[in-house]
């Protein structure tokens, strides 16, 4: 019906830079908030950053200044451009989006399937 697919992933320097992406397609009436979350083993998954349709952003502390936040409604992406990255971001990425389905009035959840980032010297 409808799937995320993330892109961006990879191994960087502390220090580099990476620009994750994440699609949505199927039949989509629309999207509202959509979002970054990190997951690292034997933790809770986490918000890195959140972004309305309307394009208000919110990040969580550890990353404000760092990363970047977007969203690109007429190809239904959105885009995290981490910069400053630390040996501490590295985490499983997971794109989450709420999205209403065509045909439909309610919102529903989806994931991505998740995208490594690992940042090491």
């Known amino acids: 019906q409808v799937q995320l697919v993330e892109s961006g992933g990879g191994l960087v320097q502390p220090g580099g830079s990476l620009r994750l992406s994440c699609a949505a397609s199927?039949?989509?009436?629309?999207?509202?908030?959509m979002g970054w979350y990190r997951q690292a083993p034997g933790k809770e998954r986490e918000l890195v950053a959140t972004i309305t349709s309307g394009g208000s952003t919110r990040y969580v502390d550890s990353v404000k200044g760092r990363f970047t936040i977007s969203r690109d409604n007429a190809k239904n992406t959105v885009y995290l451009q981490m910069n400053s990255l630390k040996p501490e971001d590295t985490d499983i990425y997971f794109c989450?989006?709420?999205?209403?389905?065509?045909?439909?009035?309610?919102?529903?959840?989806?994931w991505g399937q998740g995208t490594q980032v690992t940042v090491s010297s």
């Open positions: 199927g039949s989509i009436f629309s999207i509202n908030v």
């Open positions: 989450g989006a709420d999205i209403i389905r065509r045909g439909y009035l309610y919102v529903e959840r989806y």
